[in-house]
């Protein structure tokens, strides 16, 4: 979790990935954000986001980024 939370915050250093749960709902991050954050996850944990993941719930907090990089296949 610690690895995400890092790449999180490299992405938005301004964001409090460990404690804020409505990370998309409320605006902390937005669709350049996801697609940054997509582009990270899949370089750091060697994984593919299939298209039909890239939904706002997984991304609303990094709990929720971390059940999405533990339910896809890594490659």
Do not use: C, H, Q, W
């Amino acid at each position: 979790m610690e690895k995400l939370y890092t790449l999180l915050e490299e992405i938005r250093p301004d964001v409090d990935f460990r404690n804020i749960t409505t990370l998309v709902t409320d605006g902390f991050i937005d669709s350049f954000d996801i697609v940054s954050i997509i582009a990270s996850i899949e370089d750091e944990f060697a994984v593919e986001i299939p298209v039909d993941s890239m939904v706002a719930e997984n991304f609303e907090s990094a709990a929720a980024i971390m059940n999405l990089v533990n339910g896809v296949k890594k490659f």
